[in-house]
Every structure is written in C-alpha cells, then in structure tokens.
C-alpha cells in the first residue's frame, strides 16, 4: 500500500508555470459585479484576469491529490477505521482551495479532462455534461480496480456584496468492491470574503455527513464559520457514529491542515473547558469589536490544539515555496494542464489542456487568453443557436443520468468507453 511518504516522494512533473500570475489590483470587481447581488454568477462573463489557468473539470480533479487515503482505507481491516480515512478523504478534497482566490474557468459543453497516475493508483475521467446549470460528471478507478469515486458537481455561485458564495450541489461516491462498502457525502459551501477591498480570504462552512452505506456507520462533521476573532477559522469537528447513534469517535482539526481522532469523553471534556475559557476571553473584547468585519482573521487562528490521547489521520501536503507566484498552486495543481508529447494524439480533442484560452493565460498571454475566451463563448453560444433550429440533439459522450445506486437521487454515471480511445464523431469545441 502506498504510504503517505511514497505519496510525496511519488509527485512528478512540472513544479512551476511558464508564467507567473498577473496582477489583479488594477481592474474593478465592483463595476462588474455591482448589478448581480443576490444572483447567481454561472450567467455572468467575468473578466479573464479573475481567472486561474485551469478548468473545473482540472480544479476538482485535485479531490485526488490525497488519494492514500483510499488505499489506506483498503488496507484497514475495522470498518470504524475505515471511516476514519474515508472521513479525511472528504476534508482533504477541499483542502486544495486554502488561499486559492482565482476563479476556474466555466468548462464548455463536451469538454473532457482525464488524468492517469500510476504513482498514486488512479485514473479519473470527467465531462461537463450541462452548459446551463453548470454540471461537471466525474470518475475515477483504482488501477487496480480497487476503488472507484465518482459524482456530478453544480457549483451554485451568488455575490453578496462583500463576498462570493459557491455551494457546491451535487453527491460524491466511493465505492471499495473489497469490502462491497459505499460511501456518499456532498462537500460545504466555499466563500471568498473581502470580493471589492480588503485581502481575499476563503473559508468554508456546513455540514458534512459521511454515509457507510453498507454497515450503517456515519461521520458528521461541522466545518465552522470563522465567527468573531477567527477563534473557528477553518475548523472541522465532529463524530463518528455507529447506526444506533453511539459515538464511537470524535474527529477534528483545520481543513486547511490536519485532522485527528480521539476518544468522544477526551473531546467533549476538552470542549468544555475550551467553551469556558473562550467566554471569558471574548466579554473582555466584546466592547471594541465590529460585527461585521470581513476582515482576514489574525494567522494565529492557524494552530490546531492537539488532545492528549488524539491519533493523527491526514496531514496537508506542504506547498511549493513559489506557490504564491503561481495562483496558490499546490505541487499536484501545477501539473494538472501539463501537456506531455507522449499525450500528443493520445488525448480526444475536447480534452481540458488543449483550450487555447486556458493555455494562453498559463503562458502569461492575457490579451490573447481574454480574445479566445470571447471566441470560444461565442462559438459555443453559435453551435446552441444551430442545434436549436434543427432536429439534432446535444450528445453526452461519457455519462449519462441515472439514480444513484445508493441514495437513489439523480446522478451522472459513467457510461464507459472512454478508455477504448475511440475519440471518433466528438464535437469541435476550440
């Protein structure tokens, strides 16, 4: 089983991009997005200078970057153990947007983005499956056919005058045919404060269930908002229960770090004690604080206070040191649009790394990244105009809609064939 040692030493490939990041200080947000408060964005054409040089079909690709944690789960005989890296798992897929202030680009209708690595045991195919509402369908395999993972995600975005929201609807699976388990669960809503002035910020909030389907098992967790003083500032906490409700462990940490499991009396007696503390100190600051601060919370809200007795489950992979130059990237990021000879031919032509906005804005080109964005939008809004004067209908290639196998909601399945390398009859999207 690969560890996560062999996990850090396995990442390969490029560990910066052609172009450093452009400056997004002087171009105004608010005279773009002071006529959409309370809207939904997905319809609104946002400069190509708030972008980062990635799809989102290659952003949530990066729920990958962490994939030990599913051969950890393999390897754990105790299902309460299982649940424990599976738990992690789900944190550890949004851990990648800590200080990722840059927006993805919109994928177009029929894009694909695929990624192989042997290194960590996948493959992962995804397809942007619906233009209006924005739908991404993915899935990924153990490579040796010990997992899969796969689900359809539709970012609700909204603008709040200081903040942007983005509610990611939409179930996530994984299966592991050994133990014939499946778990589901859907991820928190992201937000990034401080949109007009101020420093860029995000957290994240909501709950989070992780459901063993097969035994009954789940995990709840909390991931809180920052609330005064940033004393909750990207924390995640919660439970382990069996399906009679009994906590059988107590999970928590920083999304943004770590997390860590201990006995259920331990945490809630730590709880207690903290909860105490914590009033004290906040009746002593009370009079001098503003309700309605965005403002980024103070970097020691960073530590997480470790309980005697706690065992730790996942760690962040520390970032490159150049990461800031380069749109928050992390070390798996920057590889994702990295465009290999040996892919040459190999890869169907709707493939992510091939749209020539996208790459033209990892080259450092902003004129020419904003002039095939325009073109690429207006190709796209052309093609719906045709197939809506004739019979032809849009195709989904890869997936196609279905109930969920196990809560039985609305979901994109894959279909299969994408493998064969049969790239035929695809549409031309660039």
């Known amino acids: 089983t690969l560890t996560e040692d062999d996990f850090y030493d396995a990442i390969s490939g490029q560990t910066s991009l052609p172009a450093p990041m452009f400056s997004r200080n002087d171009v105004s947000v608010w005279s773009i997005l002071k006529k959409c408060i309370g809207m939904e964005l997905s319809k609104i054409a946002m400069p190509v200078i708030f972008n980062e040089p990635l799809s989102f079909l290659q952003r949530i690709t990066e729920y990958m970057e962490h994939t030990y944690l599913i051969h950890r789960a393999n390897a754990a005989t105790d299902s309460v153990e299982r649940m424990k890296c599976v738990a992690a798992f789900a944190v550890s897929a949004v851990a990648s947007q800590w200080e990722r202030t840059g927006k993805p680009f919109n994928p177009l209708l029929g894009e694909t983005y695929e990624l192989i690595r042997e290194d960590l045991g996948f493959r992962w195919v995804s397809e942007q499956v619906s233009h209006h509402p924005p739908i991404s369908a993915f899935h990924a395999e153990g490579l040796n056919e010990d997992f899969l993972f796969h689900g359809s995600i539709y970012p609700k975005l909204k603008f709040w005058g200081k903040s942007i929201e983005a509610e990611p609807k939409g179930t996530i699976t994984l299966e592991l045919p050994k133990y014939n388990e499946s778990y589901t669960w859907t991820n928190p809503t992201c937000c990034v404060h401080n949109i007009i002035v101020g420093q860029l910020w995000i957290e994240q909030y909501g709950n989070v269930e992780v459901i063993n389907h097969k035994t009954g098992e789940r995990c709840s967790m909390t991931f809180k908002p920052c609330g005064l003083f940033g004393k909750e500032l990207h924390k ?170 196990h809560i039985k909601a609305q979901d994109w399945l894959y279909a299969k064939g994408y493998w064969d390398r049969s790239y035929s009859q695809l549409p031309d999207i660039y």
Request: aromatic share 8%; hydrophobic share 25%.
């Open 236 to 405: 995640v906490e919660g439970y382990i229960q069996d399906k009679s409700k009994k906590k059988l462990c107590a999970i928590y940490g920083k999304w943004t770090e770590c997390l860590y499991t201990v006995d259920p009396a331990n945490f809630d007696a730590h709880k207690k004690t903290d909860k105490k503390n914590s009033e004290e100190k906040k009746s002593n600051k009370e009079s001098n604080v503003d309700e309605e601060s965005e403002e980024k919370p103070p970097p020691d809200a960073e530590t997480v206070q470790v309980i005697p007795g706690s065992e730790l489950i996942w760690k962040i992979a520390p970032r490159p040191e150049n990461s800031a130059k380069f749109y928050a990237f992390s070390t798996f990021a920057m590889q994702l649009n990295e465009l290999d000879k040996s892919m040459e031919g190999v890869l169907p032509p709707t493939d992510s790394r091939l749209r020539p906005d996208i790459r033209a804005m990892e080259n450092g080109d902003i004129d020419l990244a904003s002039s095939q964005k325009k073109r690429l939008e207006e190709k796209q809004r052309t093609a719906r105009k045709n197939r809506s004067k004739s019979t032809e209908e849009w195709k989904i290639r890869w997936f196609q809609q279905g109930p969920n196998p």
